[in-house]
């Protein structure tokens, strides 16, 4: 079982709609969670860095994270064709250089 | 700011060669990562040089290997190319490591 465990998706949802990306975590040793989003044929870039519990907002994105059930989330809201990537969750413990990711969610936003 | 620039962006070789990739940091990031990245196994990371050390390794064979110069570029090397050696290849910068990970558009390698 990977530390990180993301569903591979697609999703694909209408211009417009609310998104919602999850992972769930295993280590409870992690306290800095990070959503990175990719589009074809580039890097990953991060997008939203949380720590600890609680939400953090950006523009149209939450970053949420639920220690007590290991779960992190992203919601895109009024989602465009321009978030169509593939988004990966990772995090990390303290005191650690190298962040665990997942394998990544596919999201397709259709117009 | 320049971002992390890797090069070659594409490269094709046949099994039994060595392939070496380069990647030139963000300016004043002292930490750069190299992670492979596939469809099956998402973005498994190699190792971590910071200050020309390697100070994290991941769990891939000794064929890969790598190094950091005193202007923090770092190379990766792969000795023995095997088909399943075919990936994109990530390199990342950070001031110090962690949290905030800078990625180049990597090296899509193809193993013939």
């Known amino acids: 079982q990977k530390e990180v465990e993301q569903d591979p998706g697609p999703l694909s949802v209408p211009e417009g709609a609310i998104v919602s990306l999850n992972c769930t975590y295993s280590?409870?040793?992690?306290?800095?969670f990070m959503w990175y989003r990719q589009y074809s044929r580039k890097g990953p870039e991060l997008l939203m860095y949380?720590?600890?519990?609680g939400n953090k907002e950006d523009g149209r994105f939450t970053a949420q994270v639920d220690k007590s059930s290991k779960y992190i989330s992203l919601f895109i809201r009024d989602s465009q064709p321009s978030d169509s990537a593939t988004y990966l969750c990772?995090?990390?413990?303290?005191?650690?250089?190298?962040?665990?990711f997942g394998r990544g969610t596919s999201l397709i936003v259709h117009p | 700011k320049a971002g992390v620039t890797q090069t070659p962006r594409y490269l094709i070789k046949t099994r039994g060669q060595q392939v070496t990739l380069s990647c030139s940091p963000i300016?004043?990031?002292?930490?750069v990562s190299w992670y492979q990245q596939t469809p099956g196994q998402g973005l498994q990371f190699l190792f971590e040089?910071?200050?020309?050390?390697?100070?994290n390794k991941g769990n891939f064979p000794g064929r890969f290997s790598g190094r950091q110069f005193s202007n923090s570029r770092s190379e990766m090397n792969v000795s023995t190319l095997e088909l399943g050696d075919s990936a994109l290849y990530l390199c990342?910068?950070?001031?110090?490591?962690?949290?905030?990970?800078?990625f180049g558009s990597g090296t899509q390698l193809s193993v013939l």
């Open positions: 949380t720590y600890s519990s």
């Open positions: 040089y910071f200050s020309e050390t390697q100070r």
């Open positions: 300016s004043g990031h002292r930490s």
């Open positions: 280590n409870s040793a992690f306290q800095y």
């Open positions: 990772a995090s990390l413990s303290g005191g650690s250089y190298i962040p665990t």
């Open positions: 990342a910068s950070s001031l110090v490591g962690g949290e905030k990970l800078f």
